[in-house]
């Protein structure tokens, strides 16, 4: 019987009495993890650390043998312990272009975001300014970093309608920006070959060595007149001012007193630019 009895107890120690099971360790601490481990008669085999998003720093997120795992007793487990989210410091990325901060931003573990851009008198144009949040402070490594860009050096887009287009060329040069001529050109109220408009407006602010786009008149455009020969100085004036021209009154010594039309300075029929003065001639 004692010889069964032995036996057995030999038999049971070898498949589970030298055995027991690791214990539940998850979202324990480091050191209440340790006492559960040597309450179970085991002993810690390694820690390891590593980041996490979702286990709380200092908690247990991991163990080698899992919960409930068999394992000799006295044997040795190992515990992966949190550090919780991985943080990183915002570089100081001032004055430096912005396709440079993007990739620095990535080589730290963070994400370019929003770009805005703003003009600035002491940052090149197409660099950065300023961060949000600024330089030097951590955030969760992934997180996305707003970045301000320089416009550059603001101007004040000067008025060069009514002015030649070497005239108009030259004053915005001189204001620091570019200029691009439209390939068409307009009839307008401006004499032929002067600047009709211009775009931006003028007074608007936009970045040195930007470009100003300039349309060149073609003069005012050509306007049939109205023949007002026979008709009352009244009647005459109506019918070209309807038109679009101005009208000078030639009255002389003859037509002081008179109030008919007997002559115009362009023949009704052919073709004078708008807002051009016809003279009629009074007798």
Do not use: H
């Amino acid at each position: 019987m004692l010889l069964v009895l032995g036996i057995g107890t030999g038999v049971w120690y070898i498949n589970s009495g030298q055995f027991t099971k690791v214990p539940p360790l998850l979202a324990k601490t480091e050191a209440q993890a340790k006492q559960r481990l040597d309450d179970a008669g085991l002993e810690v085999k390694d820690i390891k650390r590593t980041y996490s998003d979702t286990d709380k720093r200092g908690t247990v997120m991991n163990t080698d043998p899992a919960a409930g795992d068999r394992i000799r007793q006295n044997g040795g487990v190992t515990l992966t312990i949190s550090l919780g989210p991985e943080t990183v410091k915002v570089p100081d990325m001032k004055n430096i272009p912005l396709a440079k901060a993007k990739k620095e931003l990535q080589n730290s573990g963070l994400e370019p975001g929003m770009v805005t851009k703003r003009f600035d008198e002491d940052i090149d144009k197409g660099s950065v300014i300023s961060t949000d949040p600024r330089a030097g402070f951590t955030r969760k490594a992934g997180s996305a970093v707003a970045l301000v860009v320089s416009k550059g050096r603001p101007v004040e887009v000067p008025d060069v309608t009514g002015e030649s287009e070497d005239d108009a060329t030259a004053d915005l040069e001189d204001a620091g920006l570019k200029v691009e001529i439209a390939p068409s050109r307009v009839n307008s109220d401006e004499d032929k070959g002067d600047v009709a408009a211009q775009s931006p407006a003028a007074d608007e602010m936009i970045a040195e060595g930007d470009t100003v786009k300039l349309t060149i008149s073609k003069g005012p455009p050509m306007v049939e007149v109205p023949d007002v020969t026979g008709m009352s100085v009244d009647e005459a004036k109506d019918e070209l001012e309807g038109a679009g021209f101005e009208v000078d009154e030639d009255r002389g010594l003859l037509g002081i007193f008179g109030d008919t039309v007997k002559k115009q300075s362009v023949d009704g029929g052919d073709k004078a630019p708008k807002n051009s003065t016809i003279t009629i001639t009074i007798r």
